[in-house]
C-alpha cells in the first residue's frame, strides 16, 4: 500500500523559511511534487521534480521555494524561503507510479498524479 507522509508545517511569520518533507513507502515513483489548498481557493501546483531531478514550478514560487528529493529514501522536500501570509495553505504531496515511458515527465495537472498524502498546515502571519 503506497503512503505519502508529510511533515514539517506550522506557523510562522512572514519572512521566514520552512522546509516541508513527504516521505514515501510501498512504491516506486516518477514525478513527485507539490500542491497547495488555501481555504476557499481550489488545490494548486506549487512544484515539482522527475526522476531526473528536473523541476518546474508555479510561477507564483518560482525563485523562492526549491524542490528536491532523495531517491534512497523515497522522500521529497519543498524549501520555503521568504514565506508571504499568501504562502499560508495546506500542502500537499504527489506522486505518480514508476514506469519506464514517463520518467522525465513533469505534470502540472493535479489529475495527472496517482497518489496524495493528507497535507501539513503552513500558515504565514504578517
Known amino acids: 500500500q503506497v503512503q505519502l507522509v508529510e511533515s514539517g508545517g506550522g506557523l510562522v511569520q512572514a519572512g521566514a523559511s520552512l522546509r516541508l518533507s513527504c516521505a514515501g513507502s510501498g512504491g516506486t515513483f516518477n514525478a513527485m511534487a507539490w500542491f497547495r489548498q488555501a481555504p476557499g481557493k481550489e488545490r494548486e501546483f506549487v512544484g515539482c521534480?522527475?526522476?531526473?531531478?528536473?523541476?518546474r514550478y508555479a510561477g507564483s514560487v518560482e525563485g523562492r521555494f526549491t524542490v528536491s528529493r532523495d531517491y534512497t529514501v523515497n522522500s521529497v522536500y519543498l524549501q520555503m524561503n521568504s514565506l508571504q501570509p499568501e504562502d499560508t495553505a495546506v500542502y500537499y504531496c504527489?506522486?505518480?507510479?514508476?514506469?519506464?515511458?514517463?520518467?522525465?515527465?513533469?505534470?502540472?495537472?493535479?489529475?495527472?498524479?496517482?497518489?496524495w498524502g493528507r497535507g501539513t498546515q503552513v500558515t504565514v502571519s504578517s
Open positions: 521534480i522527475n526522476r531526473g531531478t528536473q523541476t
Open positions: 504527489a506522486a505518480v507510479q514508476f514506469e519506464p515511458s514517463g520518467a522525465l515527465q513533469l505534470p502540472f495537472r493535479a489529475d495527472d498524479y496517482d497518489y
